[in-house]
């Protein structure tokens, strides 16, 4: 099947009456043009930035080494003195200009170190200083340049990050070769060089700018001249359906996807999802996608479940919790992660190699143009990492080989800079409300469904999920992601029984709705098919039901093993194979001991 994909180039329980006037009137509601009276409600709000800049002017009083400036005193008094001079009064550009003279634009930074200033930094812009203060229990962290949980800022006493050299891309007259760049101390190097994650230049400036806007090497721009279905498919926006095919005829699409190990802590949630009462319009079962974690995964449930089925993808061996390894990763290890974790999932799984297209890295940190890197590699179709902020429209996925059509979104994210052979399967930030705001109004998304802290109840679950659905299937229909951590619904079964009645109502409401996997969206996207038609696509009829695929595991081996590369200590193994000498683990796939 992985040639045929696009790719190289409420309570509800029993309390939810809810009724279709409801929906009706959400969705005009999402239409609606902005309240007249809202400019005058705005003009009564005092922005807190304002009040910021207040306090760091009042502290600034005072600090005579940093802003008074002393000057000829010209006031004509009986008392004046030859050399008499006075303080002139200090005004915000004063401060802007003794401030901003040593910084990089836009960099936020502290006026006063300390723990106790450490929620309060300030940034240099045109228009003057803008301040900012992080929420109680958080503060600065500066090398992130974003608000952390206290306890893991590590600078508060530092004042600001050391100024980085940069290169100069753009000069009045050439100073290099053609063919060469200019490091910041005017050296001369190859254009190959600058932004590959090796220091070249001796002030190392060459590393010092390498965004996706600024990269010297990056991706082009989609060219839809460049780019046509069925062998490719990008639009300059990433908002505009394959196709070309009119919003009201193109199926609406739910990505349903799980992260981490499966076993028997949530398997009884997929049972409960998954039990062939909820059906697609073409009469088959739903799908979901699994990103699994090596650790902790019982392989017996996910061969299982890809009998069924369900799509199983890649979320790493370890699940390393520290944002670092993941933010530091080389090639070679990212392919050992998820490369490796693709050839577990074959070996101890039992699932075809062909049938596994995606991966996902752990706690959505991205490793920038060394993870894409080695995901082309080991040949993954797709990555399901990228976060695009919240958007109305939301965006299709869209291939690598050319530049994200959204900003690089998150805290202090590595995104891919260059054309990688990799398709993006872009999670769409949820819209936390439960319905729609002003246009002008900022809100703050989620990627994590079930990191959306606006969700307290199935109410509040019941109509985000309905406020998103309208937000797409009234736009233009871009696939909606619901990315779960079945733990959420473990703890809280009433969530479970809210996603239930809410699947329930869209299939039941809705003859164009489906619930597919990841690869099932990219083999619409090479071959879109109307509404009409997609009762009888092809891709999407493969393992229609439980019972079209045999079971194939006569029994399930629970081993007891031990990894060198883990202490001896005991970890165990659920596979429908043998058992191997030793727990499997990063580069020693069959559990053979080697480290």
């Given at each position: 099947?992985?040639?045929?994909?696009?790719?190289?180039?409420?309570?509800?329980?029993?309390?939810?009456?809810?009724?279709?006037?409801?929906?009706?009137?959400?969705?005009?509601?999402?239409?609606?043009?902005?309240?007249?009276?809202?400019?005058?409600?705005?003009?009564?709000?005092?922005?807190?930035?304002?009040?910021?800049?207040?306090?760091?002017?009042?502290?600034?009083?005072?600090?005579?080494?940093?802003?008074?400036?002393?000057?000829?005193?010209?006031?004509?008094?009986?008392?004046?003195?030859?050399?008499?001079?006075?303080?002139?009064?200090?005004?915000?550009?004063?401060?802007?200009?003794?401030?901003?003279?040593?910084?990089?634009?836009?960099?936020?930074?502290?006026?006063?170190?300390?723990?106790?200033?450490?929620?309060?930094?300030?940034?240099?812009?045109?228009?003057?200083?803008?301040?900012?203060?992080?929420?109680?229990?958080?503060?600065?962290?500066?090398?992130?340049?974003?608000?952390?949980w206290r306890q893991l800022v590590k600078d508060c006493n530092?004042?600001?990050?050391?100024?980085?050299?940069?290169?100069?891309?753009?000069?009045?007259?050439?100073?290099?070769?053609?063919?060469?760049?200019?490091?910041?101390?005017?050296?001369?190097?190859?254009?190959?060089?600058?932004?590959?994650?090796?220091?070249?230049?001796?002030?190392?400036?060459?590393?010092?700018?390498?965004?996706?806007?600024?990269?010297?090497?990056?991706?082009?721009?989609?060219?839809?001249?460049?780019?046509?279905?069925?062998?490719?498919?990008?639009?300059?926006?990433?908002?505009?359906?394959?196709?070309?095919?009119?919003?009201?005829?193109?199926?609406?699409?739910?990505?349903?996807?799980?992260?981490?190990?499966?076993?028997?802590?949530?398997?009884?949630?997929?049972?409960?999802?998954?039990?062939?009462?909820?059906?697609?319009?073409?009469?088959?079962?739903?799908?979901?996608?699994?990103?699994?974690?090596?650790?902790?995964?019982?392989?017996?449930?996910?061969?299982?479940?890809?009998?069924?089925?369900?799509?199983?993808?890649?979320?790493?061996?370890?699940?390393?919790?520290?944002?670092?390894?993941?933010?530091?990763?080389?090639?070679?290890?990212?392919?050992?992660?998820?490369?490796?974790?693709?050839?577990?999932?074959?070996?101890?799984?039992?699932?075809?190699?062909?049938?596994?297209?995606?991966?996902?890295?752990?706690?959505?940190?991205?490793?920038?143009?060394?993870?894409?890197?080695?995901?082309?590699?080991?040949?993954?179709?797709?990555?399901?990492?990228?976060?695009?902020?919240?958007?109305?429209?939301?965006?299709?996925?869209?291939?690598?080989?050319?530049?994200?059509?959204?900003?690089?979104?998150?805290?202090?994210?590595?995104?891919?800079?260059?054309?990688?052979?990799?398709?993006?399967?872009?999670?769409?930030?949820?819209?936390?409300?439960?319905?729609?705001?002003?246009?002008?109004?900022?809100?703050?998304?989620?990627?994590?469904?079930?990191?959306?802290?606006?969700?307290?109840?199935?109410?509040?679950?019941?109509?985000?999920?309905?406020?998103?659905?309208?937000?797409?299937?009234?736009?233009?229909?871009?696939?909606?992601?619901?990315?779960?951590?079945?733990?959420?619904?473990?703890?809280?079964?009433?969530?479970?029984?809210?996603?239930?009645?809410?699947?329930?109502?869209?299939?039941?409401?809705?003859?164009?709705?489906?619930?597919?996997?990841?690869?099932?969206?990219?083999?619409?996207?090479?071959s879109p098919v109307d509404s009409s038609a997609a009762v009888?696509f092809p891709a999407w009829q493969q393992k229609c039901t439980?019972?079209?695929?045999?079971?194939?595991?006569?029994?399930?081996?629970?081993?007891?093993?031990?990894?060198?590369?883990?202490?001896?200590?005991?970890?165990?193994?659920?596979?429908?194979?043998?058992?191997?000498?030793?727990?499997?683990?990063?580069?020693?796939?069959?559990?053979?001991?080697?480290?």
């Amino acid at each position: 099947m992985r040639s045929k994909l696009i790719l190289l180039g409420c309570i509800v329980g029993l309390a939810f009456a809810h009724q279709h006037d409801s929906v009706l009137n959400l969705k005009q509601a999402f239409k609606a043009k902005k309240s007249k009276g809202l400019e005058a409600m705005q003009g009564k709000i005092v922005d807190e930035s304002h009040i910021l800049m207040e306090e760091i002017l009042a502290s600034a009083q005072g600090r005579k080494e940093l802003f008074d400036s002393d000057v000829p005193n010209t006031k004509d008094t009986k008392e004046e003195k030859p050399d008499a001079r006075y303080k002139r009064q200090v005004g915000q550009e004063d401060i802007r200009h003794a401030l901003c003279q040593d910084k990089n634009a836009g960099e936020f930074f502290r006026l006063v170190a300390g723990t106790k200033q450490c929620r309060d930094v300030v940034s240099c812009a045109d228009g003057g200083l803008q301040a900012i203060r992080c929420p109680p229990g958080l503060a600065f962290d500066l090398s992130k340049q974003t608000c952390e949980w206290r306890q893991l800022v590590k600078d508060c006493n530092i004042k600001a990050r050391p100024k980085l050299a940069l290169p100069n891309f753009n000069t009045d007259e050439p100073i290099c070769e053609p063919g060469e760049l200019s490091c910041g101390d005017g050296q001369c190097l190859p254009r190959t060089l600058f932004c590959d994650d090796k220091v070249d230049c001796l002030d190392g400036s060459d590393e010092n700018l390498c965004d996706s806007r600024n990269d010297p090497n990056r991706a082009d721009d989609c060219d839809p001249r460049q780019c046509s279905l069925p062998q490719c498919f990008c639009s300059v926006t990433g908002q505009e359906i394959p196709g070309s095919l009119a919003p009201e005829r193109v199926p609406q699409m739910i990505m349903l996807s799980f992260d981490d190990a499966i076993n028997n802590n949530n398997i009884d949630i997929f049972e409960q999802i998954f039990d062939g009462k909820l059906k697609n319009p073409n009469g088959c079962d739903v799908k979901a996608t699994f990103f699994v974690s090596h650790r902790y995964n019982n392989y017996s449930m996910a061969q299982e479940l890809h009998r069924r089925g369900h799509e199983m993808a890649v979320h790493s061996i370890t699940h390393d919790n520290e944002e670092e390894y993941w933010d530091n990763g080389t090639v070679a290890s990212w392919a050992a992660e998820m490369g490796g974790a693709r050839d577990m999932m074959v070996k101890w799984g039992n699932v075809p190699a062909d049938d596994i297209y995606g991966s996902r890295a752990p706690l959505l940190r991205l490793g920038g143009n060394r993870q894409f890197t080695a995901l082309e590699t080991e040949g993954f179709v797709y990555d399901s990492s990228m976060v695009a902020p919240l958007s109305n429209p939301p965006y299709w996925p869209y291939p690598l080989a050319f530049s994200a059509p959204h900003r690089c979104h998150g805290n202090f994210q590595n995104c891919p800079t260059r054309s990688h052979s990799v398709m993006e399967m872009v999670m769409n930030e949820f819209d936390p409300r439960e319905e729609p705001g002003y246009d002008d109004e900022t809100v703050s998304g989620c990627a994590m469904l079930d990191s959306c802290s606006q969700i307290r109840t199935p109410d509040n679950l019941y109509n985000v999920l309905t406020h998103n659905f309208i937000r797409h299937y009234e736009q233009n229909r871009a696939p909606m992601g619901m990315y779960l951590h079945a733990a959420w619904l473990k703890k809280q079964p009433e969530m479970l029984d809210a996603l239930l009645f809410w699947l329930d109502e869209v299939l039941s409401t809705y003859d164009d709705v489906y619930l597919v996997t990841m690869s099932q969206v990219l083999a619409w996207m090479q071959s879109p098919v109307d509404s009409s038609a997609a009762v009888q696509f092809p891709a999407w009829q493969q393992k229609c039901t439980a019972l079209d695929t045999e079971d194939t595991c006569v029994s399930s081996q629970n081993c007891q093993l031990s990894s060198p590369q883990l202490g001896g200590i005991k970890q165990r193994l659920q596979t429908c194979n043998s058992c191997p000498s030793y727990y499997p683990w990063v580069n020693d796939v069959a559990g053979q001991g080697g480290v």
